[in-house]
T-cell receptor
């Protein structure tokens, strides 16, 4: 089945780390993505991870993938007020551009 | 370089009407996908078009149709609009039909309101 779940809200203080979690059900997923959506805007790709990887780091962003539990997380270090947005995880399979998106997590960064 | 562009940005229609949304992919990209994002939810896949042919379809009724033109731009048509069609419609482009890495580039979307 196709189902990607995320917690709805997360609130952190500026300078702290944020961890956004996602669970997915399709074990045949090849790529997993994190997108950011600011109010009134489209989707901005933050990072992605291939399903045979466990971790990927890109500046302030760290993605962890637990394939056994089908769990994906995005850690944002030194969270800033500009990081306030909705974050979506998404999965896809090799050979298709059909993305399955999660429900989104609204991150609020408190100054 | 211009990214994916969509028009119009906002649109208001009444129930039963028909609407056409437009998308221009990034120059050189041949594949266009359409997504519907209802308020408070993640985007849902509607269609993928490549080389003017439909290559994938999500769980949407036949009221939804699309086409792709020789210049790879695309139109999404929705007939007999319902209140539940109110959403942000996102277009995404990618270089090819599929590759080892499936990055899509999203446009800013068209906000459709059905009254």
């Amino acid at each position: 089945g196709e189902d990607v779940e995320q917690s709805l809200f997360l609130s952190v203080r500026e300078g702290d780390s944020s961890v956004i979690n996602c669970t997915y059900t399709d074990s045949s997923s090849t790529y997993l993505y994190w997108y950011k959506q600011e109010p009134g805007a489209g989707l901005q790709l933050l990072t992605y991870i291939f399903s045979n990887m466990d971790m990927k780091q890109d500046q302030r962003l760290t993605v962890l993938l637990n394939k056994k539990d089908k769990h994906l997380s995005l850690r944002i270090a030194d969270t800033q007020t500009g990081d306030s947005a909705i974050y979506f995880c998404a999965e896809s399979m090799s050979g298709t551009y059909k993305y399955i998106f999660g429900t989104g997590t609204r991150l609020k960064v408190l100054a | 370089d211009a990214g994916v562009t969509q028009s119009p940005t906002h649109l208001i229609k009444t129930r039963g009407q028909q609407v056409t949304l437009r998308c221009s992919p990034i120059s050189g990209h041949k594949s266009v996908s359409w997504y519907q994002q209802v308020l408070g939810q993640g985007p849902q896949f509607i269609f993928q078009y490549y080389e003017k042919e439909e290559r994938g379809r999500g769980n949407f009724p036949d009221r939804f149709s699309a086409r792709q033109f020789p210049n790879y731009s695309s139109e999404l048509n929705v007939n007999a609009l319902l209140l539940g069609d109110s959403a942000l419609y996102l277009c995404a482009s990618s270089p090819e039909l599929a590759s080892s890495y499936n990055e899509q580039f999203f446009g800013p979307g068209t906000r459709l309101t059905v009254l």
